[in-house]
């Protein structure tokens, strides 16, 4: 016979356990990992003009005006090595010059920045000599005002280590929504977390959950005709969270109109 101390214990126990399991399961659902600090990589990293970087008005993320899109100056484009086919779009990095005294600023500060466009290989120049985008090549063509804050603006280019970091965000995700009768495209901006989104999902009034793939960017897509439905969002990150957005956009919503939902915590 089991007395009673002993099942006040055990049943003390089951509810210890099932409050450790509701919180690691809204973590996962609300924000993935807090811990997205990785440790310091050695890369290297040029800056461009802003009326030669695509990214400032477009770029490979698709993001358009990065003043609307939440993103501002502290941008950067990716090497192919780091920009993976877009999934990298929207991330974030640290990054600090290190290991030269003439170039670096002093103390080596460091500075974050989001990943907005893609830096394209140059074939015809060796990887250390204008190539710097080379893949396997892991480099960051940064603003002008990004590179500023690491390096004097009289270098060319400089080593420095970098490492993905949380993404610090002010309001919700935005969803500007586009496509046509035939197709649903969604562009997805201002993103917390690790800003890297691996999966979303779209729901109108009258479907189910629809899986949407990357058509470029951070532009998604489905083979759906959703007009006339108020929309919901469902939203998966690299560390593994994911946040649901439920009747962000109004059945009355036009394309190319942009509406804010959730965000990570």
């Not at 924000?31 to 050695?42: F, I, K, M, P, T």
């Not at 899109?69 to 502290?74: Q, V």
């Not at 917390?192 to 949407?212: N, P, Y």
């Amino acid at each position: 016979m089991i007395s009673l101390q002993t099942k006040i214990s055990l049943f003390s126990i089951l509810l210890f356990n099932l409050l450790i399991f509701s919180l690691a399961t809204q973590k996962i659902e609300e924000g993935g990992d807090d811990n997205l600090l990785e440790e310091w990589r050695l890369a290297s990293a040029t800056y461009v003009k802003e009326n030669q970087l695509s990214s400032i008005t477009g770029g490979a993320c698709g993001y358009g005006d990065l003043d609307e899109a939440g993103y501002g100056r502290d941008t950067t484009g990716l090497s192919s090595a780091l920009f993976g086919r877009g999934s990298s779009c929207g991330a974030c990095f640290e990054i600090r010059c290190v290991d030269h005294i003439h170039w670096c600023l002093q103390g080596s500060p460091s500075i974050t920045v989001t990943a907005t466009d893609f830096c394209a290989p140059n074939w015809g120049l060796p990887d250390e000599d204008g190539g710097w985008c080379n893949f396997p090549r892991e480099h960051f063509e940064m603003s002008v005002a990004a590179f500023a804050g690491i390096a004097k603006s009289i270098a060319n280019v400089v080593p420095v280590q970098y490492r993905r970091v949380k993404c610090q965000r002010k309001g919700g995700m935005r969803f500007t929504v586009t496509g046509s009768s035939y197709f649903h495209q969604v562009l997805i901006t201002n993103v917390g977390s690790d800003g890297e989104i691996t999966a979303v999902k779209v729901k109108g009034l009258r479907t189910g959950w629809l899986s949407m793939g990357r058509n470029w960017g951070q532009i998604w897509q489905c083979d759906a005709d959703l007009r006339g439905q108020p929309l919901s969002f469902e939203v998966t990150v690299r560390s593994g969270g994911t946040v649901t957005s439920y009747g962000v956009a109004p059945s009355s919503w036009q394309f190319r109109q942009t509406f804010e939902g959730k965000q990570f915590v």
